[in-house]
C-alpha cells in the first residue's frame, strides 16, 4: 500500500491561497478529517474509484456533447475524487451575500421592464450602458412577472482572491447551466467514497429539483389556481446541456418539451398531448432569447414557438428565466452590482465585486491606460474569454493596440485587476496537486429566495491554468458545506 | 391520463426497435447455425427467406454475395439503413430523448446496451456471439421495465409497440415460412419455431409434427404463447382501451375485429387456399391499427388532414426519427 503524500510537507503552495492547506503548511481544521480519511485509502484504492466514475457517469449518460464535425460526440465531465469543504460559519456569509445580489438584480431588472427605470431616471446607472447592453430586449418591456422573479435561477460565479475573501466573478441570469452536476456527484461520491462523509454534517443538495419546482409554481399566473402546469423547454438531444435539461424535467417530475410539441392559440400557451391541446402556465425555459420567438426574435428559429411572447405579455403565462435578463449579467452593468444592491436595498454588498473599471469614464479610462500592463482587459459582450488581453502577459505591440481600441470605442471595454483564483488539492495521476478552482452557486427566486448549499466547484485540472470551462480542461469537485459550526479557521 | 404526443410516439418507437432488434438477432442466430449444418445448395433460398422476414430486399445476396458470415454481419451491424444496430441506435436516441418518462434503472440497462454494441460488438469473434448478446441485452431491458416501470400511460405505449412490432414479425415469418413446412422437410419447421422460441412450447402442445397448421395454431391462433398473433393483439385490444380510446374509435375496432377473428378463428379448419390470404389480411388490419394509433394519440385534427391530403388514406406509419 502506498500512501498519499504529506500535504504538510509534499505541497506547493506557489504564492496562491490554498482551500485546505494554510500557507505555514498545517491543514485547516474543516479539512481535518477529509484528508485524515483520504490518507487511510491507498492510491490504488483511490486509482479504481477514479476510474469507476467515469465509466458510471458513462453508463448513466451524464454527459455533455461537444460539438464536433457532423455529429456531436457524448463526454463526461471529470470529476475530481477530493470534495471541497465549506464550513457553516463561511457558508452563512455567502448565502447572506448571494440572496442580497440576487434581490437586487431581480428588482434592477423589474425596474427597467416593469417599472419604468427609476434607476436611470435616479442617475445610478447611465441610460446609455443599460440601452446598449448586447442583453437589452426592447421587445420585454412591459411584460410582468409575478413577484418580481426575473432571475428565477440565477448561478453567481465566485472566487476567492490571494487573501482567501470571496469575490463574484459574474452574474449568470440567463440560463445558468451545472447544477445537475451538483446533485450527480454528490451521488457518486456517496457511492464511490463512502466513508469519506463525516456522518450526517454534509449538507444534501439532492432536493434541488423540489426547490425549482416551488419556486416556479410560485411565479404561474394567478389564472393557474392551485395546480399550474409546469414545463421545462429545450433545444432537444443535440444540444450540449441536453442531460441537465433531462435531469431537471425528471427531478420535478414535468414534461421536458421541444418547441415543436407547444403552440400558441389566442395568446395561450399548450402542449400538444395525446388528448389534444393542454394549457402550459409555466415554462423552465433553456433557449436564449433569440430563439424563443420567431415572429418576435430571429425568424430563421426553429426551436421556439411562434406566439409565445404575446401569451406572456397577456399574462397567461410566465417564462423563466425572463426575457431580457441579459442586460443585467454584461460585463460593464456588471460593476454597477454594488450601486444596485445600494439603491434597492439600502444595504451595503455582503460579497465585492472583482474591482472593475469602466472606461467610459475619463478617469478611470486614463487610470487604466497608464496601467494596461497590470490590468486584465475584457471586452463586455463576448463570453469564453474571446478578447481577453491579460496585462502582464501581454507584448508592447498588443498593449499599444488594446490603448488604442480602448481609446475609440471605450463602451466595448472593461479593466480588472489580474485574478488569482484560489487552489485545492486534487488527485492528479495518483499525487495530491494544488489544482484552481471557482464556485457557481445556484440560487433560485420565487416566492422567496433559496441558494442550494454549495453550488458547482469547477476545477482546472491543466497544471497552472486558470480555465475551468469543461470544454478546456476543466473538471468539477462534490462541494460540501458543513450543517455544523466547526472551530474558527486558523 | 393524457401525455406529451411525441413521447407517446417515441416510447411507441421504443418498443417496436427494441422488439426488433430481439427478433432479429434471434432469427439471424438460428440462420447462422443452421446454415453450418446445412447443404450448401440451400444457403442462397434460407438467406432468401430471413432477409425478406427482417425486412431486406433479396438482392442484398448479390451485393454481398453469399457468404455466411458477411451476410449475418451485414444485417446485425453493416446496414446503415435496418440493420439491428440500426434498431438499438434509435432505441437508444428516442430513448435518451425521453428519458424523464423512463425509471432510471431502465435508462440505464438500454444506455449499457447501446454502449456495449457499439464498443464490444466489434471484439465478437463470430456473429452467433453479437445474436446473443443482443437477445440478452432485450431481455433484461424487458424484465427491468416489467420490474420498474409505473403502469402509466407511458408504459402502455411502449407495450403497444412492442405488441405490434411482434405481431407484424410474426405474420411475416409464417407467411414467408409457411411453404417450406411440408412433410419431407421436418427441420424447416423447427426453424421456424427456434425463430419465434415456441419449438418447445409445440412439442408440449402437439404431439410430433403431423399437421404443418399446428404451427398456424401456435403462431397465429394460440391464446397462451407470447409470440402468437393472437396473443399479441388480444393485449393491443386491452391496451387501447385503457389508452382511453373511445369504443367507436377506429384503432378499437379495427383491433377489435381482428382479436375476434383470432378468437374464434382455427388453423385445423384452413385450406390450404386460404392460408396465404389469412397473412395478408392480418398484417393489412395490423398495419391499419398502427395507422389509427397514430391519428388519434400522436397528430393533431390539422395534422390529420394535412396528412391525408398529402398520403391518401393513410396505410402505414413513417419510420420515427
Known amino acids: ?490 | 391520463m393524457v401525455m406529451l404526443a411525441r413521447s407517446a410516439e417515441d416510447l411507441y418507437w421504443v418498443g417496436r426497435y427494441l422488439e426488433r432488434s430481439e427478433q432479429m438477432a434471434r432469427t439471424i442466430d438460428v440462420i447462422y447455425h443452421r446454415l453450418l449444418e446445412s447443404p450448401e445448395a440451400e444457403r442462397e433460398e434460407i438467406w432468401g427467406d430471413a432477409l425478406a422476414t427482417i425486412g431486406f430486399p433479396v438482392s442484398v445476396i448479390d451485393e454481398i454475395g453469399l457468404d455466411n458470415d458477411a451476410l449475418a454481419n451485414y444485417c446485425l451491424t453493416g446496414a446503415t439503413d435496418g440493420s439491428a444496430l440500426d434498431a438499438v441506435n434509435r432505441l437508444r436516441s428516442n430513448s435518451r430523448g425521453n428519458r424523464e418518462h423512463l425509471p432510471l434503472e431502465l435508462w440505464e440497462e438500454i444506455n449499457r446496451f447501446w454502449l456495449e454494441f457499439r464498443v464490444n460488438g466489434s471484439n465478437a469473434t463470430h456473429p452467433g456471439e453479437w445474436c446473443s448478446l443482443v437477445r440478452r441485452r432485450c431481455q433484461s431491458i424487458v424484465g427491468t421495465a416489467d420490474a420498474t416501470w409505473l403502469r402509466s400511460d407511458a408504459w402502455t405505449y411502449f407495450t403497444v409497440g412492442r405488441l405490434v412490432e411482434r405481431a407484424l414479425l410474426t405474420t411475416k415469418m409464417l407467411a414467408v415460412r409457411h411453404h417450406h413446412h411440408t412433410e419431407a422437410k421436418i427441420h424447416e419447421w423447427t426453424m421456424t419455431l427456434r425463430c419465434c422460441t415456441a419449438l418447445q412450447a409445440h412439442r408440449r402442445e402437439f404431439a410430433g409434427f403431423n399437421d404443418s397448421r399446428s404451427i398456424i395454431a401456435l403462431l397465429m391462433f394460440s391464446e397462451i404463447a407470447p409470440r402468437s398473433v393472437h396473443f399479441c393483439v388480444g393485449h393491443l385490444e386491452e391496451a387501447v382501451e385503457q389508452l382511453g380510446a373511445p369504443p367507436d374509435a377506429r384503432s378499437r375496432r379495427v383491433i377489435g375485429r381482428l382479436a375476434a377473428n383470432l378468437r374464434f378463428g382455427d388453423a385445423f379448419e384452413l385450406g390450404e387456399e386460404d392460408i396465404d390470404p389469412l397473412f395478408d389480411e392480418v398484417e393489412h388490419e395490423i398495419r391499419r391499427f398502427a395507422a389509427s394509433l397514430a391519428a388519434e394519440f400522436f397528430l393533431l385534427p390539422l395534422e390529420n388532414g394535412l396528412r391525408s391530403l398529402r398520403l391518401g388514406a393513410a396505410d402505414s406509419l413513417g419510420r420515427s426519427t
Request: with cysteine; net charge negative; charged share 25%.
Open chain 1, 1 to 490: 500500500m502506498e500512501p498519499l503524500a504529506d500535504l504538510t510537507t509534499d505541497y506547493e503552495h506557489e504564492g496562491f491561497f490554498d482551500e485546505a492547506v494554510a500557507a505555514d503548511g498545517h491543514i485547516r481544521p474543516h479539512y481535518e478529517q477529509l484528508l485524515q480519511r483520504l490518507g487511510q485509502l491507498s492510491a490504488g484504492d483511490l486509482g479504481r474509484a477514479a476510474g469507476q466514475i467515469d465509466a458510471q457517469f458513462l453508463r448513466q449518460g451524464i454527459t455533455f456533447t461537444v460539438y464536433g464535425d457532423d455529429e456531436g460526440v457524448e463526454r463526461t465531465f471529470p470529476m475530481d475524487l477530493v470534495p471541497r469543504i465549506i464550513p457553516a460559519d463561511d457558508w452563512a456569509t455567502i448565502e447572506a451575500g448571494l440572496i442580497q445580489r440576487t434581490s437586487a438584480l431581480n428588482a434592477f431588472l423589474d425596474d427597467i421592464y416593469a417599472g419604468g427605470a427609476q434607476v436611470i431616471e435616479d442617475g445610478i446607472i447611465p441610460r446609455r450602458l443599460v440601452m446598449s447592453a448586447e442583453g437589452y430586449r426592447p421587445e420585454a418591456v412591459g411584460i410582468e412577472v409575478p413577484a418580481g422573479a426575473r432571475c428565477l435561477v440565477a448561478g453567481i460565479d465566485l472566487i476567492r482572491d490571494i487573501d482567501g475573501t470571496y469575490r463574484v466573478l459574474e452574474d449568470n441570469l440567463r440560463s445558468p447551466s451545472g447544477v445537475s452536476y451538483v446533485v450527480e456527484n454528490r451521488q457518486a461520491m456517496a457511492r464511490l467514497l463512502p466513508n469519506l462523509f463525516r456522518d450526517g454534517l454534509v449538507r444534501p443538495v439532492a432536493n434541488y429539483g423540489d426547490l425549482l419546482l416551488s419556486s416556479l409554481r410560485a411565479v404561474a399566473p394567478v389564472a393557474a389556481g392551485h395546480s399550474p402546469n409546469v414545463v421545462v423547454l429545450t433545444p432537444g438531444v443535440f444540444n450540449s446541456a441536453y442531460f441537465e435539461h433531462v435531469f431537471l424535467a425528471t427531478q420535478m417530475g414535468v414534461d421536458l418539451v421541444e418547441g415543436r410539441d407547444l403552440v400558441v392559440e389566442d395568446h395561450v400557451l399548450y402542449v400538444r398531448t395525446t388528448g389534444g391541446l393542454r394549457r402550459v402556465d409555466v415554462v423552465y425555459r433553456r433557449i436564449d432569447d433569440d430563439f424563443l420567438d420567431p415572429v418576435v426574435f430571429r425568424p430563421d428559429s426553429t426551436l421556439g414557438v411562434a406566439g409565445i411572447m404575446s401569451a406572456a405579455r397577456a399574462g397567461n403565462l410566465t417564462i423563466a428565466n425572463s426575457v431580457g435578463n441579459g442586460v443585467a449579467d454584461d460585463k460593464a452593468v456588471y460593476a454597477y452590482v454594488p450601486a444596485m444592491i445600494r439603491y434597492y436595498l439600502g444595504q451595503d454588498p455582503i460579497i465585492a465585486n472583482v474591482d472593475t473599471y469602466l472606461l467610459d469614464d475619463p478617469d478611470q479610462r486614463a487610470m487604466v491606460l497608464s496601467r494596461l500592463d497590470e490590468l486584465v482587459v475584457k471586452p463586455v459582450a463576448e463570453a469564453g474569454g474571446y478578447g481577453l488581453v491579460i496585462g502582464p502577459t501581454a507584448t508592447d505591440e498588443e498593449l499599444a493596440a488594446l490603448a488604442d481600441n480602448i481609446t475609440t470605442d471605450p463602451r466595448n471595454y472593461i479593466a480588472q485587476e489580474v485574478l488569482s483564483l484560489s487552489r485545492h488539492p486534487c488527485l492528479i495521476d495518483g499525487a495530491m496537486e494544488a489544482r484552481h478552482i471557482d464556485l457557481r452557486p445556484f440560487v433560485l427566486s420565487g416566492a422567496e429566495t433559496k441558494v442550494l448549499p454549495g453550488g458547482l466547484t469547477r476545477v482546472a485540472l491543466r497544471k497552472g491554468s486558470l480555465v475551468v470551462n469543461s470544454s478546456q480542461g476543466g473538471g468539477s469537485k462534490d462541494t460540501w458545506v458543513l450543517n455544523e459550526t466547526t472551530e474558527a479557521e486558523g
